[in-house]
C-alpha cells in the first residue's frame, strides 16, 4: 500500500507492507466516518437557511505525532512557514479561555434522573420507558458490598 511519507525534499510516498500500513488504514476509515457525519449536520445547518457549513481540517493539521510531527501546515494542508502558523495558529485552535469555558461545561450529574446542562434529555427512554424510569439497579447484596455493587438491567 502507498503510504505518505516526508524527506528531505517534501512530502511523498512509499510503498509499504499492509501491515506496516495499519495506522494509515484505521486513520482513512475514522476520517470518512467523521466526513460522513459532518455531511449529516451540513445538511442540518442549510435546511435550516443557515449559510455556514462545517468542516474537518486536512489530516496533516496540527499533528504531534507520526510523519507530519514537527512540521506546520494550514487547515487545508498546505505547508507554513513557523511563523506563518504562529500567526495563524490562535485562529485555528482553542485557547486556554476556550478550554477553561469547555472544561467548566463537564460537571458530573451522577443522581437518578439528571442530565448534564449542556445535553438536552431525550424524547423518550428505552423501549417506550420514561428517561427517569431505573434502567439501572445496584444489587446491594453482592458479595463485593454495597460500595462496589454489581450493577444489572432493571427486570432481570
Not at 507492507?17 to 494509515?24: I, K, V
Not at 451522577?110 to 428517561?131: D, M, R, S, T, V
Request: charged share 30%; aromatic share 10%.
Amino acid at each position: 500500500m502507498d503510504v505518505p511519507t516526508r524527506d528531505d525534499i517534501g512530502l511523498t510516498s512509499e510503498e509499504v507492507p499492509l501491515r506496516n500500513a495499519m495506522n494509515e488504514i484505521l486513520r482513512d476509515g475514522y476520517i470518512s466516518d467523521c466526513e460522513f457525519v459532518v455531511g449529516r449536520w451540513n445538511r442540518t445547518i442549510e435546511k435550516a437557511g443557515r449559510p455556514e457549513r462545517m468542516y474537518l481540517p486536512h489530516r496533516r493539521f496540527n499533528r504531534e505525532q507520526g510523519i507530519y510531527a514537527g512540521t506546520h501546515y494550514d487547515v487545508e494542508g498546505k505547508p507554513l512557514s513557523a511563523e506563518a502558523w504562529a500567526a495563524k495558529r490562535d485562529g485555528w485552535l482553542p485557547s486556554d479561555d476556550d478550554l477553561t469555558f469547555v472544561k467548566g461545561l463537564m460537571k458530573p450529574c451522577l443522581g437518578h434522573g439528571q442530565i448534564a446542562a449542556w445535553i438536552a434529555p431525550p424524547k423518550k427512554g428505552i423501549n417506550g420507558n420514561p428517561f427517569e424510569w431505573d434502567y439501572v439497579r445496584f444489587d446491594k447484596s453482592s458479595a463485593r458490598g454495597a460500595a462496589g455493587a454489581t450493577p444489572s438491567l432493571t427486570g432481570e
